[in-house]
Structures are given as structure tokens and as C-alpha cells.
């Protein structure tokens, strides 16, 4: 038998199949038949086929190319076999003779006879159209049976309906119904198959057992039971019944009953509403309104109110029916949503609840009742209050629909903005930033970003942007561009990252941004972002992923701006985030070719559709923040880009001549020049000075007029001071051409690279910016019109500053020109302003805008992060703040810099100058600032207010101190002046060494110590040495607190790696300078040491003792350190005096303690100044920790405290009040006493306070005391007493008060008191008693 093909086999197996069933010659199993013509009729021309008629395919002869595709033989048709077609005729004339057009068949049209027809007029009705007939409308009476359409069977059911009987769904009332009576109702058998208590919510409502599914005799059975129970409650009255429930009850288990009790109570309560508009029919419970209601499984009665058995109790907005499609089985848990919102509950107590917010981020009360159509109730925990949770945001942006993931970005983008502008901060427990950051949001956006709907990548990019950048950051540093040193700025990184080496900004930008540690290299992005939120960001290819949305799916105007601030963010944060920026694939050329475009159509006012291939201020800024973070950087982005010629297509052209909306022309003129000015910062861009200076003289003759319209608007104010900002770094790259380097800075950096403008390039701006000046100096006395000239002013006096400093700097021309023109500006300009009214008000004014003097103005912001730092200013400043609108700082810090720059150069002129700092604003404020205090808290804002004050005040003391070297001032403001400046020095913060050098010059730090060479090519206006306008992270202060103390330690460290010991001569003369410099801190200016605590003091002098074995014995050092600890141990400073918190720069003190006990007992010899230092920390105030290391390890050091009681710096009541209750020291002490460790003439202080201790121990009847402490008592008395030393039991047991003037140190008791003597005898007296034959 042949097998079946089987699949996988080729048409050669088919063709061997075939032919091996020919050869067999065996019959087929099917047999094809030909069927007759249908026309026809004949079945006898029906022939079958022949069997031996059979179709073979053939492969073998066919041709192996295919064949020409030529046009195919006409077809004709096959004629059937009744009836062939003649052989002579066409088959289109056949056609055509048998075809007749249809007007022979209009021809025929035989109208009907409708004469006997009735006519039958509609029937009126009150409605345009019939009513529709639905499946689901209520029938009477079942459809028809059968396999019709459901049209039909409705029909049917309809026609039938007239003479059906009533259905036993219906309810039968009766007639007159007892009070109380109880009507039941049978269920039909559909509703008893499907009404069971098990799988519906009706279940605590009364059922009827009929006993269907059991025998006939069953049946009849519960029948009869079922009329009993009627006719019994029919009988019986409401109180009868109600006493039948409670013995119920009473025989049922208790947490059955609650159960059911409170779902009833929950079921009446969701249904209330909704069994109103059921329809009739059910089961009804009528009880007596005068009798309480006490059954858990009957609802409460209503009148005229009946329930369909099937119909839910929960409360519907309609009642659902079987009939309904898929409704056969109804699941009402599913339903549940359907309901009306239960009612809104009102807290009544003080708990804490879930945050809810708006579609608009805003935060819900709790109690809140906003109607449903807004939107805020679709979700399912607490579906009454109003606003979803961060959790249901969450959960909703990772739904399938792009709508809602999109609304869910936007709302938490709507609610991080709140937070951070601290709408929050007083109505929520905890910060949400750092919830959504530890809930992934951070990742979550990253994930979005990927999303393939563009509404929610806008969604994603704005909520990003809503997290990075903090409102008000950039703002604030914008408006602050122009002041002094304000294109240097903190870079905004956390605090927690790893510290640089000393000098990091010395190095290369390139190789500084390519540094990583391998742990970081290594590290997944959520550990990066739980420590930094920027590093972890850029682990998970997020500038790929940005360059791809801008280039490629080319997003509206507000995405496209959301991403460049999101760029300038991560160029802020860090040097190496800057490069990263740079160095990604094409970011830097899509955003220049697409957004700084040199030809672009006109645009005008109002909303764009598009702004790619549009200038944008905010390209232009981007790139100006890149170059602010290194020199190479800057360079890169003008070699590389083709920004020169960029530049130039937006500075050549004024605002209103570049075919775009006005705000935005004037925005991209001031980037253009603020790029420019930081590219002029590090001496590049000279090339473009000398193209564009007809430009810049003709935009520069145009501000005073500008400077003039009343009311002055925002925009082009912020232009000319850019401008005035970039003519400044143009004149000092002028001024840097003939400097010559210093020795430090030329074997740094290697010789400067010469700048390609020169002073004669220059020399004419001084004429054209003194009329801008001398026109905003006329509104000084008009508060508002001076304000909203903002930063002008400023930009004018810095650049005359830098102007008169390049010009004196100049080795050909003559001395004699720039002081007659310095004399000339201070005549005529300097010297009137001095003298004016108005600039006394700015000084009075410096108190309330500092944030020195008001630290509440720099607290951290309301949503401050460790992970992601941030200025964090709302907003506009307040008025009367630093950065405000009325701040004096700006303005002052500039005259004082053109002070001191003319001062330097001119010295006649410093006199007159000087006059400035006799203001006596100036002189409160320098008293608020030295005054005692705390240490201001150092946050991100803080550090970047601090550093813009400490260069007003070094500009003050420094031109006092000029003025001091030709004429010395007053005792008074000299020493306010010295006091201010050691004031300064603890708060200088990185970036600042110049100052810290010039404030102590040769003092106390060197020049090596500190990366200063960047800090003074800043300062003095060195532009070819800048390497970078970006800080170094202010994690703490310059100087530390202690930095008096500092050259101490570092000679303790130099001793402590150098074994063979330090020269005596550089010990003992920095020892001495150190000691004579705090003593005279210590004496003259005590508030320069506020900030160190007196322990912290204590442990620096202690290190000065641990150096070598030597140096504690120079008699300066002795007698400097011995007035150093006579002032530590004063009444007034004593009580401040803590050793157990923790101190600056030590981690443990007790270590330190055993170290200086290991050291006094190897190389004191019994000094008596070493000893008091020993001495001091064992105080009974101080911990037990460093009493028990003597008594305990260093027991033989007692032998070398000789220090007599009479100079003990402490009063000796220190050390013995209160008294001891550490046992373990109280037998230490009993047992150095006992052993002749401790004796009173090797050392008299701790013999008598371990006498006053062990005898008040011994002498204590504290009722309380354990076991332990009472055996102990007995112990030392029995052994007390046991002495053979008769002076040491008499001092034991006699001892009464300390006293130092006495040669023991204390008083005895003569006789003991009764008390004593008596506790004394009920411890000792069976030991007496043995004792007696001995004696």
C-alpha cells in the first residue's frame, strides 16, 4: 500500500509517488464525474469520464527556459455537451442578437388595481419618531421557541403576550395586610438556580426554601413548613417578633452577628439612594416604627419601596438585568465603580493622610469637595477625596495609553514645581523631591524619554526640566553677570563628592574632565544618582538620547527650550559634565546649525510654530555657560563651530533689525556679548574686536540716550551692561600684553600666550563710557529710576577700573597722562559722589541686604537635595537682599574696586578716597560683622551670596590699609579694620587664595600652600593665565576655623612621619610665632577665636607638647603656653570648656588623651606645666573614659604630677564635686591609695580628690544602691579600718572638705559624726570584735 506525501517532500518524491502508482495499475479511490448541463436537463448526456483517461504531469519535456511573454491565443468558450455552438457563428453577434435593452422591459409596466384597498391614516403621536425597540426593554412573556432571528422571536413573543398568564416573578399583594405582616414572595426557578447566598451580595436578606432539586415529598415538605412560618408571624406580635430575634441572636456566635450586622449597616447605607428608583417586586420587612431595629438581616423599611430579586443592593446608577447582554451572571464587585462616590469623610483627628493633587499640581485639602466632572476621582483607594497620589501618577505613566501616561508626566512636573517654590513646605511631612527620587523618578522620566509619542517625550522633557533646574537659579545668575567677578560662579555639583587635589584648577581642562576614579567608572546609574543626580543622568545616555529628539523628530518651541535648559543645567554642574556636553556626537552641531542659523526667514511677534532653523537666545546661552567652564573649552567651541562668524551675524545687526521678536532679538544680542565677554576672559576673541569695533563704538554712543526713556525697560538695560562687561575683559586682555609674568605663575603655566589686542585698540573707550556713567550717576537720587537701571552703573565704574589699570600698566607711554586723568575722573565724578547724601543711604542699607548679618536670608530652600544641588532662589530676590532689585552691593563693590585701583597707582588720591570708609554705615556694618556668633550655615545660594560680600569688605580693608600707610588712623578703625579682616579670613570660601594672601601676606600660610596662582590672574585682571571661570566647590570655607593654630598641627604631622625629630630652630621659632599670634588673638581680638571652642584650643596646645620630647621645655614656649591656659581656665570661659562633643579636626579626644599620657609619662620628668595639662581633663564634669585611663594604664604616671595644690589653674572643687559614682574608678582609686600608687607628697591634687571620692563612697547610705555597690561599701571599710598605714586610714575615714590652703589639701573630722560612727560600727563590728584579743 502506497503511503500519503508527508510534509517537507519535494515534487520529485511526488512524481516517484506518481509513478509508482501507474505501475501498480491499481484503481483510485476517488473517481471524478462530469455532471450534465443545468440548462439542458438530459441526464443522459451526462457521460462519465473514462478510466483510463488520466492526468499524468510530465517534467521531463519541458523546456528549461521559461517561455516568451507574448500575447496569449484568443480565448473561446467550451461549449456544454448538450449544445455546441455552430462553427460558423461569431459569438458576439450571438450575444448581441439575444440581447434587448431596457426600455422593452419599461414598455411592460402594469400598474396595480388598489381601488378596493382600505386606507389606514397613521396613528397620532406626541413624539417625532417611534420609539426604538431595544433586547434589552422588558418583555411579559418569553419569546417564541425556535431557531428564528431574535426580531422574529420578539415578534412572536409580543403577539402571544396579550393572553399570557401572570409570571411568578410578579408580585401578588394582599389585600389587606396585617400590621407587621411578613410577604414573601417564591422565587422563580431561574432566580433560585442563580440567587444563592454563595455567589451574589443578597444573601442577608430573607430567602424562601422551597426544596427544589429534592424529591416530590421534599418539596411538598418545605412548602407546609414555609405556610407554618407565615401563619405563626402573621400571628404574632412586633414585640413577639422582636423578642424571637433576640433569642436569636443570643444563640449565634458573637463575631458572626457583628459581621453581619455591619454588612447589612454597609449595604443600607451604598443603596439608600439607589433602591429609590428599583422597580417593584422582591422581599419587604415592615416593622413598627416605634420598635427598634434590631435584626442584622433585614434592611430597614421604606415606603412604597419593593426590590426586583435579582436586582443589587448596592447602590447603581441603574439596575441591571439578565437580559442584558453578557449579563447572565452579574459580578457586582465589578460594578462598584458604577456607584455614586460614598460620602466624603472630615478628619476630626491630627493623623496623617495621603498627599492628593490637582491636574494643576496643586495640593488638596483633605476635606476638599470638588465635583466629579473635573476629572480628580478616577482612582480606587479613598475614591471619595478628591486628586490622585504620587503613587497613582506613577502607576498611571506606565499606562498603555500615551494620553494618560503624558498627564501623568505633566501633573508630577506641575508638583515638582510647587515643591521647589516651597508651596509645600509647611503642609507636608518630608521633602517630595527626595520621595520621587527614591521612588526611581528619576529613571522613570529616562524611560519616557524613549517613549515613541511625541507628547509624551514633551512630557518627559518638561518634568525633567521641572526636577534639574530650580526656578530662579538662572535668572539670578543672569542679572548678575556684570558685576564684579560675576562670570565666575560655584559649580553646581553635590558637596559629597570626592575632593580634588590641591591645584586641580591648574591642570588642563581636558585631562581634568577625562579624571575618574574606577569605582565610579565601574558604578550603575542608580548608585551614581542616589549620590549625584547629574552623574547618574549621564551614565544612562541621556545626551544621545536629547540630540536624537532635536535632530531628528524636530519637537515644538517649548521642548526645544526645555532641553537647552536642561543642557545648560548639566553644563553647570561640573567641568567634566561641561566636556561631556561638548564632546557628544552631534549635540553641539545640531543645536548650532538648527538654532543659531546665520539666514533664517522673518519671524514675528507671538507664537511659532517651529523653532528650528530660528536663532535662539537660549543656543547662544548654552554655549556661553560650555565656555565658562575652561579655557580649552572656549577655545574649541570658536575654533571648531564657527562661532567668529555667528557672533558677528547677531552683534553687526541692532535687535530691532534682525527679524525676530523683539524680546527675543534683545536677549540674543545680550548672549552674543555675554559669549564674547567670556571668551575675552581668557584673551581669545581679538581677531573679532577689530572687525566689529565700528559696531561696538556706535551701539556704545547709543546707551546714554537709551539710558534715558522713562519708564527704562529690562531687556535693553541688561544689553549695555553686557556690552560694558565685554569692553572690560577687552581692556584687560589689552592690559595683559607687556605684563610680565611672575616667577610662580611662569613655571606653572609656562610663558603666556600674547594677546592679539593691544592698548591703542583700546585707548578710545574711556571717553565714550564716561558719559554713560555720569548719566546714570544723575538718577541717584531717584530710588526707582536707579533700580531699574540694575547692573550699568556697576558695569561703568569696572571698566573704568580696568581702563586705568591697563592704561598704567603700558611701559611706553608717560606716567605724567594716566594720574592727570585719574585726578581729573576723581575731581569731577569720584569726589562729588562721595560727598553726596544718597551714598551715605546705600551704606546704611549694606546691614539689611547682608547675608552675613541675616542668615535667615540664605536658608536652605524648601526642597534642598544632597544629590542635586541648586541656588535655590525663588524667583525674584526680595528687594532688600543681596541680589535684589535694591541692593547697594553691586554699586559699592565697584566704587571700592575704582578706589583701590586708582589708590594703588595714584597715592596722593588715597587720602581723599579713603574718605569712603567714614561712612558710618560702613562702620555698623563692619561691627555686626565681627560681633560673636555662629558660623553660618554654608549652602549652595549661601556660598554664592558669601563670596560677592567677602569682596566688598576685602575691598575695604584694603584700601584702609593704604590709606593706613600714609597716615595711620584711629585706634577705633584700625582696630575694627584688624578685626574685620581676621573676621574675613575664617570665611573666605575656594576661589578666594589671592585675598587670603594678600589679607596675611608672610603671616602664617605660604604661597605653596595654596592653589593662588589661578585665583590671582583673576584678581588682577590677567586674562592669558585664567584657566577657568568655573570655582572649586565650596564644600567648606577657605581657612578653617582654627587656622591660627594651624602651623601647630602642622608640625605635630611633620614630627609624627619624621622619626629622627624636627630641627630644633624651625620648631621652636614656629612654635613661639604661633603661640605669641594666638595670645594676641586671644587678647586684643577674642572674637577672631569665637568660632574655635575652648577644648579645640586645649587639643592644639596639647599637640604642641606631643612634637618631639624638647620643645615644651623653651622658656617662651613655657611661659606663652602657660598664659594661653591661664585664659583658658578663667571663670568666664571655664563652664565652656566640653571635651565629650565632638571637636574640629580630631576625631577622638580620649585617644588623643592616652597618646599625651604615653608621652608625659616617658619625657615630663615632673614638669609642672605639662603635669596641668594632664590634670585639666580630669575633671569630674569631663567623661569617665580619660580618669580611667590614668588610674587604670597609666598608674605610674601618679608619681610625676607633682603639681602642688596651690597652683592648680582650676578651683580643686572641680574635681571633687559631685561625687564619684563609677565603681570600677572608686576601687581604682582604693586601690592606688591602698597599693602606694598614689601618694600626697608625689602628687597632692589626686591624692585628695581620690580621698574626698573613696570616703564619700564608703560613707554613703543611699537606700537604693544595689547588692554590688553595698558589698563594695563593706569592703573598703573593712579593709580601711585594717590599715596599717595609720595616716592613710585616718585621712580615709576622717577626711571632711577640701582645702587647698591646708599642706594635706583637706579638712579631718576630729570624731566622726553619730551617722557615721555608726555606719561605721554595723559594717566593721564583727571584724572589730575579732580583732580584739589580738590587741
Known amino acids: 500500500m502506497l503511503s500519503r506525501p508527508k510534509p517537507g517532500e519535494s515534487e520529485v518524491d511526488l512524481l516517484r509517488f506518481q509513478s509508482q502508482f501507474l505501475a501498480t495499475g491499481a484503481a483510485p479511490a476517488v473517481q471524478l464525474v462530469k455532471k450534465g448541463s443545468r440548462r439542458g436537463g438530459n441526464a443522459e448526456l451526462a457521460q462519465p469520464l473514462l478510466e483510463d483517461h488520466r492526468d499524468v504531469v510530465m517534467l521531463d519535456d519541458l523546456p528549461d527556459s521559461p517561455p516568451a511573454l507574448v500575447p496569449a491565443p484568443p480565448k473561446k468558450a467550451r461549449p456544454s455537451p448538450g449544445r455546441p455552438l455552430p462553427q460558423d457563428e461569431d459569438p458576439e453577434e450571438r450575444l448581441n442578437r439575444h440581447d434587448q435593452h431596457v426600455t422593452a422591459v419599461l414598455t411592460k409596466i402594469i400598474e396595480r388595481d388598489t381601488s378596493a384597498v382600505a386606507v389606514n391614516l397613521p396613528v397620532p403621536s406626541s413624539v417625532a419618531f417611534p420609539p426604538v425597540f431595544h433586547r434589552s426593554q422588558d418583555r411579559q412573556g418569553k419569546p417564541a421557541s425556535g431557531k428564528g432571528s431574535i426580531f422574529a422571536r420578539e415578534i412572536a413573543a409580543r403577539r402571544a403576550s396579550e393572553g399570557r398568564p401572570p409570571s411568578t416573578r410578579e408580585v401578588v399583594p394582599n389585600p389587606d395586610p396585617a400590621q407587621g405582616m411578613v410577604t414573601c414572595e417564591a422565587p422563580s426557578p431561574r432566580d433560585q438556580g442563580g440567587q444563592r447566598p454563595g455567589n451574589n451580595h443578597n444573601f442577608q436578606r430573607p430567602h424562601v426554601v422551597t426544596g427544589k432539586g429534592l424529591s416530590q415529598e421534599a418539596e411538598q415538605e418545605a412548602q407546609t413548613i414555609h405556610e407554618e412560618n407565615v401563619a405563626r408571624l402573621q400571628a404574632m406580635t412586633p414585640g413577639e417578633i422582636l423578642q424571637e430575634q433576640q433569642q436569636l441572636l443570643a444563640q449565634l456566635d458573637p463575631s458572626l452577628v457583628a459581621f453581619l450586622r455591619s454588612r447589612g449597616h454597609t449595604h443600607e447605607q451604598a443603596g439608600e439612594k439607589a433602591t429609590k428608583e428599583q422597580k417593584p417586586g422582591g422581599l419587604l420587612i415592615d416593622v413598627s416604627e416605634e420598635e427598634p431595629m434590631m435584626s442584622a438581616l433585614a434592611t430597614e423599611p421604606r415606603k412604597e419601596e419593593k426590590l426586583e430579586p435579582g436586582a443589587p443592593d448596592v447602590a447603581l446608577p441603574m439596575t441591571p438585568h439578565k437580559e442584558w447582554l453578557h449579563m447572565d451572571a452579574v459580578e457586582l464587585e465589578k460594578l462598584h465603580w458604577t456607584q455614586d462616590l460614598p460620602p466624603l469623610r472630615r478628619q476630626q483627628t491630627q493623623e496623617r493622610m495621603q498627599a492628593r493633587f490637582s491636574l494643576q499640581g496643586e495640593l488638596l485639602a483633605p476635606d476638599v469637595d470638588l465635583p466629579t466632572h473635573l476629572g480628580l476621582h478616577h482612582h480606587g483607594e479613598e475614591a471619595e477625596r478628591a486628586g490622585y497620589s504620587l503613587q497613582e501618577l506613577f502607576h498611571l505613566t506606565r499606562s498603555q495609553v500615551s494620553q494618560q501616561r503624558a498627564l501623568a508626566l ?9 515643591a521647589q517654590a516651597g508651596e509645600f513646605r509647611d503642609q507636608l511631612v518630608g521633602s517630595v523631591l527626595r520621595l520621587l527620587l527614591d521612588a526611581g523618578f528619576l529613571f522613570l522620566l529616562r524611560f519616557s524619554l524613549d517613549d515613541r509619542v511625541d507628547g509624551v517625550i514633551a512630557a518627559a522633557v518638561r518634568a525633567l526640566r521641572a526636577l534639574l533646574v530650580a526656578p530662579g537659579d538662572e535668572e539670578l545668575l543672569d542679572s548678575t553677570f556684570s558685576w564684579y567677578h560675576g562670570t565666575s560662579v560655584f559649580p553646581l555639583m553635590p558637596s559629597q563628592e570626592d575632593k580634588e587635589e590641591d591645584g586641580e584648577d591648574e591642570e588642563p581642562a581636558t585631562e581634568k574632565a577625562k579624571q575618574k576614579s574606577p569605582e565610579e567608572g565601574s558604578r550603575p546609574p542608580p548608585d551614581l544618582a542616589r549620590h549625584d543626580v547629574i552623574k547618574g543622568l549621564l551614565a544612562t545616555n541621556l545626551l544621545p538620547r536629547l540630540r536624537y529628539v532635536l535632530e531628528v523628530t524636530c519637537p515644538g518651541p517649548s521642548v526645544v527650550l526645555d532641553i537647552l535648559a536642561v543642557l545648560i543645567r548639566l553644563a553647570r554642574h561640573s567641568l567634566e559634565s561641561a566636556t561631556r556636553v561638548l564632546e557628544c556626537p552631534r549635540l553641539i552641531e545640531t543645536i548650532i546649525r538648527e538654532f543659531l542659523p546665520t539666514s533664517w526667514s522673518p519671524v514675528a511677534a507671538g507664537p511659532t510654530s517651529s523653532l528650528h532653523r530660528v536663532p535662539c537666545a537660549a543656543a547662544m546661552k548654552l554655549l556661553r555657560v560650555l565656555a565658562s567652564a575652561g579655557r580649552n573649552i572656549a577655545a574649541r567651541l570658536l575654533s571648531s563651530f564657527d562661532l567668529q562668524s555667528r557672533l558677528c551675524r547677531f552683534i553687526a545687526e ?33 581677531d573679532l574686536y577689530r572687525e566689529l569695533y565700528p559696531v561696538l563704538m556706535r551701539t556704545l554712543q547709543a546707551v546714554p540716550l537709551e539710558l534715558s526713556i522713562h519708564p527704562l525697560p529690562s ?83 569696572l571698566f573704568l577700573s580696568a581702563y586705568y589699570q591697563a ?44 547675608p552675613v548679618c541675616n542668615p535667615l536670608s540664605c536658608a536652605p530652600a524648601a526642597e534642598a537635595l544632597s544629590s542635586l544641588m541648586a541656588l535655590g532662589c525663588p524667583g525674584a530676590c526680595p528687594p532688600r537682599s543681596l541680589a535684589g532689585s535694591t541692593s547697594p552691593f553691586p554699586f559699592l563693590t565697584a566704587l571700592l574696586h575704582l578706589a583701590n585701583t586708582l589708590a594703588r597707582t595714584h597715592k596722593g588720591l588715597c587720602g581723599q578716597l579713603a574718605s569712603v570708609l567714614a561712612a558710618p554705615g560702613l562702620q555698623s ?207 568666664q570661659v571655664l563652664p565652656s570648656l566640653n571635651l565629650d562633643c565632638p571637636l574640629p579636626g580630631l576625631t577622638s579626644f580620649p585617644d588623643l588623651y592616652a597618646s599625651f599620657l604615653d608621652h608625659f609619662e616617658s619625657v615630663s620628668f615632673g614638669d609642672h606645666l605639662f603635669g596641668a595639662l594632664v590634670l585639666l581633663p580630669l575633671q569630674r564634669r569631663f567623661s569617665v573614659t580619660l580618669r580611667l585611663s590614668l588610674f587604670g594604664d597609666h598608674v605610674g604616671a601618679l608619681r610625676a604630677l607633682g603639681m602642688p595644690l596651690t597652683q592648680l589653674p582650676v578651683p580643686l572643687e572641680c574635681y571633687t564635686a559631685p561625687p564619684e559614682d563609677n565603681l570600677a574608678l572608686l576601687q581604682l582609686y582604693f586601690r592606688a591609695l591602698v597599693t602606694g600608687a598614689l601618694r600626697s607628697h608625689w602628687c597632692p591634687v589626686l591624692y585628695t580628690v581620690a580621698v574626698a571620692h573613696v570616703n564619700n563612697f564608703m560613707f554613703s547610705q543611699d537606700p537604693k544602691s544595689s547588692d554590688e555597690v553595698k558589698g563594695a561599701q563593706k569592703n573598703m571599710l573593712q579593709k580601711t579600718s585594717l590599715l596599717a598605714d595609720e595616716a592613710l586610714r585616718q585621712h580615709l575615714l576622717h577626711y571632711k572638705l577640701p582645702s587647698p590652703s591646708l599642706p594635706q589639701g583637706f579638712e579631718l573630722y576630729s570624731q566622726l559624726p553619730p551617722l557615721r560612727q555608726q555606719h561605721l560600727e554595723r559594717l566593721t563590728s564583727g571584724l572589730l570584735q575579732s580583732r580584739v584579743p589580738e590587741t
Open 654 to 686: 541692532a535687535p530691532q533689525e534682525l527679524a525676530l521678536p523683539p524680546e527675543e532679538a534683545e536677549m540674543l544680542s545680550t548672549e552674543a556679548y555675554r559669549l564674547w565677554a567670556v571668551a575675552a576672559s581668557y584673551g581669545h576673541g581679538g
Open 925 to 1131: 556694618y563692619f561691627l555686626q560683622c565681627v560681633a560673636p556668633g555662629p558660623a553660618p550655615h554654608l549652602t549652595p545660594f549661601s556660598a554664592w551670596a558669601f563670596r560677592h560680600e567677602h569682596h566688598l569688605q576685602y575691598l575695604a580693608i584694603s584700601l584702609a590699609q593704604r590709606a593706613a600707610m600714609l597716615q595711620p588712623p584711629p585706634a577705633t578703625n584700625a582696630a575694627l579694620f584688624h578685626a574685620m579682616a581676621l573676621a574675613l579670613l575664617s570665611r573666605l570660601l575656594p576661589g578666594s587664595e589671592y585675598i587670603a594672601q594678600e589679607l596675611l601676606l608672610s603671616c602664617v600660610f605660604r604661597a605653596e600652600f595654596l592653589p593662588l596662582l589661578a585665583s590671582q590672574a583673576r584678581h588682577r585682571g590677567e586674562t592669558q593665565r585664567v584657566p577657568a571661570l568655573l570655582l572649586p566647590v565650596p564644600t567648606e570655607p577657605l581657612l578653617p576655623t582654627d587656622w591660627p593654630f594651624q602651623p601647630l598641627i602642622h608640625l605635630y604631622h611633620r614630627a609624627s612621619e619624621t622619626p629622627s625629630g624636627l630641627p630644633p630652630a624651625d620648631t621652636v621659632g614656629t612654635a613661639t610665632h604661633v603661640l605669641q599670634w594666638v595670645l594676641v588673638l586671644d587678647s586684643w581680638r577674642p572674637e577672631a577665636l569665637c568660632a574655635v571652642p575652648p577644648a579645640a584650643r586645649l587639643a592644639r596646645l596639647m599637640c604642641l607638647f606631643l612634637v618631639d620630647s624638647e620643645l615644651f621645655r623653651e622658656t617662651p614656649v613655657q611661659r606663652l603656653v602657660a598664659a594661653l591656659l591661664a585664659r583658658l581656665c578663667r571663670p
Open 807 to 850: 592704561w598704567s600698566q603700558q611701559p611706553n607711554l608717560c606716567p605724567e597722562d594716566w594720574l592727570q586723568d585719574m585726578e581729573r575722573l576723581s575731581q569731577e565724578l569720584l569726589l562729588p559722589l562721595l560727598s553726596q547724601p544718597t551714598l551715605d543711604s546705600l551704606w546704611d542699607s549694606v546691614r539689611h541686604c547682608s
Open 410 to 418: 505633566h501633573v508630577l512636573s506641575q508638583v515638582i514645581g510647587r
Open 715 to 797: 531687556l535693553p538695560v541688561h544689553r549695555a551692561a553686557s556690552l560694558l562687561t565685554l569692553l572690560t575683559q577687552l581692556t584687560l586682555a589689552a592690559s595683559g600684553t607687556h605684563s610680565e609674568p611672575t616667577r610662580d605663575s611662569a613655571e606653572a603655566h609656562g610663558p603666556a600666550a600674547a594677546s592679539s589686542i593691544t592698548w591703542t585698540q583700546v585707548s578710545g573707550l574711556q571717553p565714550l563710557v564716561e558719559p554713560c556713567l555720569r548719566q546714570t550717576l544723575k538718577l541717584l537720587p531717584m530710588p526707582d529710576r536707579w533700580s531699574a537701571l540694575g547692573p550699568v552703573p556697576t558695569a561703568c565704574l
